[in-house]
């Protein structure tokens, strides 16, 4: 015997049936991107909530960019620009990655280490809904990073903001790209360390060396070919050269290695870099320590 009750049925059993929302009209568990937009919001609020997270993440471009801008102030023969024109708009770059592929490649290693990824595991939440958190976070500390970047570089360093919707465009798409794929090497970067405690060893320390040898720290011109060869098979570099594209005057692409912004290469590698990046984070994440099981 079978009685129904509501949108669904109860059999003989008192078991009820999938077309049953539960007791006073629930309806279906909210989603993955509904789950995912909450937990941005949450993610947001608790980086904010670490004050000395965020001024290292926002202070470290800005205060490389002031000292290197000031000690390297003088013009860049046959461009036009200045070389601190050239760092600001490298330092933009390594604003992106930094709260991109540094931020995540550490936050989840310490996460995983203190079993916060174990826990949530075992909820019902869609793993999904945990990587669209980390998106939103990082979309929003690009954004606001980028922007304080720029208003510092314009003010004070003679950067010189796109006029055109072209090069707001192009600028647009770097952003994107260079974001998604940094953030997509800091996820599968941080199964790395074997612990917490040695995160921001393990990540800090390529990310720094790349900062050397991709037009970050010094001008293209000036590093050898074989160490820009290395660079570029990593975003950073490419970054770089696009956004020197954006804000600096076409004279100065005689300074970049093949004399050129050559952006269908920029978008290409970067664009490699995000199905690169997921490729790496379903091969290599961990929800558990190694010395968990």
């Not at 989603?31 to 608790?46: F, H, K, M």
């Not at 390594?94 to 490649?105: C, D, K, V, Y």
């Amino acid at each position: 015997m079978s009685t129904e009750t509501g949108t669904g049925k109860t059999t003989g059993t008192g078991t009820r049936t999938r077309g049953d929302t539960g007791t006073g009209g629930a309806g279906a568990l909210p989603g993955a991107w509904s789950l995912g937009v909450s937990r941005g919001a949450l993610e947001i609020r608790q980086f904010v909530r670490q004050r000395d997270a965020v001024i290292f993440t926002f202070a470290f471009p800005i205060v490389f960019l002031a000292l290197f801008a000031s000690i390297f102030s003088e013009g860049m023969e046959g461009t036009g620009v200045t070389a601190s024109q050239m760092y600001a708009a490298g330092m933009v770059a390594a604003g992106i990655m930094s709260t991109s592929f540094q931020s995540l490649g550490i936050s989840i290693a310490v996460e995983r280490d203190e079993k916060v990824l174990r826990r949530l595991r075992g909820t019902p939440m869609p793993p999904a809904a945990y990587f669209l958190g980390k998106v939103w976070m990082v979309l929003a500390t690009g954004l606001a990073e980028t922007a304080i970047l720029l208003l510092v570089g314009s003010t004070l360093f003679d950067l010189d903001l796109p006029t055109s919707a072209s090069k707001w465009l192009t600028f647009a798409w770097i952003f994107v790209l260079g974001l998604a794929g940094c953030a997509l090497l800091g996820i599968a970067i941080s199964s790395l360390p074997k612990s917490g405690k040695s995160a921001s060893s393990v990540v800090v320390l390529p990310f720094l060396i790349l900062q050397f040898i991709s037009g970050v720290f010094i001008p293209v011109h000036q590093i050898p070919d074989w160490l820009l060869n290395i660079g570029a098979l990593f975003p950073l570099k490419w970054m770089c050269q696009g956004l020197r594209g954006v804000f600096l005057p076409e004279s100065a692409a005689v300074l970049e290695q093949a004399g050129g912004w050559e952006y269908g290469r920029v978008a290409l590698v970067l664009g490699a870099w995000v199905v690169g990046g997921l490729v790496l984070c379903l091969m290599t994440f961990k929800w558990k320590n190694r010395r968990d099981g």
